[in-house]
């Protein structure tokens, strides 16, 4: 599985971005597909995730209620809106893709696949 990443720029502090990350090859009901980021100096942190068949949906505390997670099985395409973005949420956004849920999602070592990440700055 190869995932494209998009759909990031420059916004200014409340503002809103969609990005969305293309999966090529055959994405199994098993799937779990997520999204982390990595801002300058910190680690990678997980950001929001969807169980592929169930569409089960989960989100990191800090943008719970501001970012959702979708995903069009028709496309494989799995997207990230996030609206009233603030400047802490300026990082370089991954997709990732986990084959097995195996009970949690919020750990990137688990993920199988990653995608090249789509850098997202938001200004004050």
């Known amino acids: 599985v190869q995932l494209q990443a998009s759909g990031g720029g420059l916004v200014q502090a409340g503002g809103s971005l969609r990005l969305s990350c293309a999966a090529s090859?055959?994405?199994?009901?098993?799937?779990?597909m997520a999204w982390f980021r990595q801002a300058p100096g910190k680690e990678r942190e997980f950001v929001a995730a969807?169980?592929?068949?169930?569409?089960?949906?989960y989100y990191a505390d800090s943008v719970q209620a501001r970012f959702a997670i979708s995903r069009d099985s028709a496309k494989n395409t799995v997207y990230l809106e996030m609206n009233s973005l603030k400047p802490e949420d300026t990082a370089v956004y991954y997709c990732?893709?986990?084959?097995?849920?195996?009970?949690?999602?919020?750990?990137?070592?688990?993920?199988?696949?990653w995608g090249q990440g789509t850098l997202v700055t938001v200004s004050s």
């Open positions: 990732a893709a986990d084959e097995v849920y195996s009970g949690s999602v919020d750990g990137p070592d688990q993920y199988d696949y």
């Open positions: 090859g055959v994405i199994y009901s098993s799937y779990v």
């Open positions: 969807v169980r592929w068949r169930l569409n089960k949906k």
